[in-house]
């Protein structure tokens, strides 16, 4: 009876010794740093997700030479994996959404900018309008496991880390673990939540003052997604210009949001639409949140933050020089 009662204490001092294991890893892919934390102790589980971006990477990339949307790009045409088609299809599906303030057919205009190069520069007028007219999400014909595009170029920078996310979670409940966090740039994937049982704490960064935090937001089971012009820009003439191209102008998103953050558990659609919101500005984002109904979001200007109702408990301010507002 003795032995029973410690085989039994010991059985459980392995099961919460087990629970409170994390497993922490960093690795580069898809141009940012990714941190892994995963409370657990499958050692395995890490390098499992490592090689899983990188061949996601190696099909989405627009910069390496013999990846699927690269390939799509140089011939117009490819025969697509299932990753790939995927990732097309939640992109068609969020730009007919948006209206097209979200299209991966911008390529040709982030790169007469330099964005995919870093020469940047300030295009001409005449050169936006003429790069403008190419981009056109319904130009991109997806068909069985073909994609097709003519006189156009597709970059999937503002979805493939939000995909990569959903992969990422598959692995994880494949693996039976019940507690990570994944940080890829300004994404963040929640799985569970904390050991304890309580929410996670997600940093949103202040888009100003770079290393400050603008807020906190407490969170499990979903992605956080920031887009901020903060991200990626360059100064010219006294001038600043960052990477989030409006699609109606040709030039970088310039409505008075400096960052959007959404918060959902379709881990794709947070990234794209982090993007979207950006792009849209305040008033066309709140009339999206309200007919979609699926999406928490933090929207930043110069002088205010707007949290949907959902988050009214959640969110913490920690820079008093912003008003706070709710979005009912
Ligand atoms: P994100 O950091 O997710 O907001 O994505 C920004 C990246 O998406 C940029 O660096 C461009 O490669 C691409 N991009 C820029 N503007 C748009 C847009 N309006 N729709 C879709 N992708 C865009
Ligand atoms: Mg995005």
Redesign the pocket.
Known sequence: MRFRSLVCILIIFVILSGCSVSNNGTFYAMNTYIDVTVHSNNNNVIKQIESEVKRLESLFS?TKKNSEIALLNENGTVKMSKDTKNILKRAMEISKLTNG????T??PV?SLWG??TNSYRVPSDEEIKATLSLVDYNKLIIKDSEAKIQNGKC?L???A??YAGSKIREILVSNNIDSAVISL??NVVLHGTKPDGTEWNVGIQHPITADDLIGTVKASNVSV?T?GGY??YFDSEGKRYH?????RTGYP?DNGIISATVITTDDTAA??L???L??LGKEEAEKLWKEQQNFEMILVTDTDIFITKGLENKFRLNDNNFKLNIIT
């Open positions: 627009v303030a979200f299209d991966i911008v390529y982030v964005f995919t970059d920078g503002a979805i880390k939000g740039g300004g997604v887009s991200q990626r990477h989030i191209i409006d699609t998103a990234d794209a982090a993007t979207s950006y792009v």
